[in-house]
């Protein structure tokens, strides 16, 4: 298990990442609190779903998930956990944005700590000037990648089991890891295009 300040840095990343996406001050502001206020119900949704993962589809009760599976396990707590009541209820909008950015801060948060570990540069000069990784370009479908990721999350909130919430978790961890692959061949392409390899 993550140490508390872990989580409260992790936590207050999303915040900070989900008020720079959203234009109105007062609505950023607004939703920033909702995310923290959520923090305990959040944790305790991650840490259900996490276990479960390990114990139910891990080989030999591995102690620890991967990044994409940790990422996966907070966008399905955030998905699900996220505290709206009467106050607040007009920024349920915001649900399935603030959801997709709790698991892209997670992945970016370990790739970041393995590049700078690994001494991998340009995988650091990336995050840095992309301000994360990149979403992949939807082929056939004219909406955004995260767009049509937000229409998938919204089913997510009727699933109720422990086991579909697992799977669902496995489901969007395959989702991560294709977009660290897509943005690692980016990082390829640009190495090469700056070496002059064509």
């Known amino acids: 298990m993550a140490k508390k300040e872990t989580y409260d840095r992790l936590f207050s990343d999303v915040a900070d990442v989900a008020k720079s996406e959203i234009h109105d001050k007062d609505v950023a502001n607004a939703v920033a609190k909702i ?71 997670v992945l970016v948060n370990f790739a970041e700590d393995e590049a700078r570990k690994q001494g991998d540069f340009a995988m650091i000069a990336h995050l840095d000037a992309n301000d994360g990784f990149v979403m992949p370009k939807s082929t056939q479908d004219k909406k955004p990648y995260d767009k049509i990721w937000a229409m998938e999350l919204c089913r997510l909130r009727r699933i109720n089991t422990n086991k579909q919430e697992a799977v669902s978790a496995l489901s969007v961890a395959k989702d991560l890891f294709g977009i660290e692959a897509y943005n690692r061949l980016l990082t390829k392409i640009r190495g090469l295009s700056d070496t002059g390899v064509q």
């Not at 944790?43 to 080989?59: D, P, W």
């Open 35 to 105: 995310i923290l206020r959520s923090k305990p119900a959040i944790l305790r949704g991650y840490h259900r779903i996490n276990g479960y993962v390990r114990a139910e589809y891990m080989k030999d009760g591995v102690e620890k998930l991967d990044r994409h599976k940790c990422g996966a396990c907070f966008m399905i707590a955030f998905e699900k956990h996220l505290i709206f009541i009467d106050d607040n209820k007009k920024y349920e909008a915001f649900r399935e944005k603030i959801a997709i950015v709790a698991a892209m801060t």
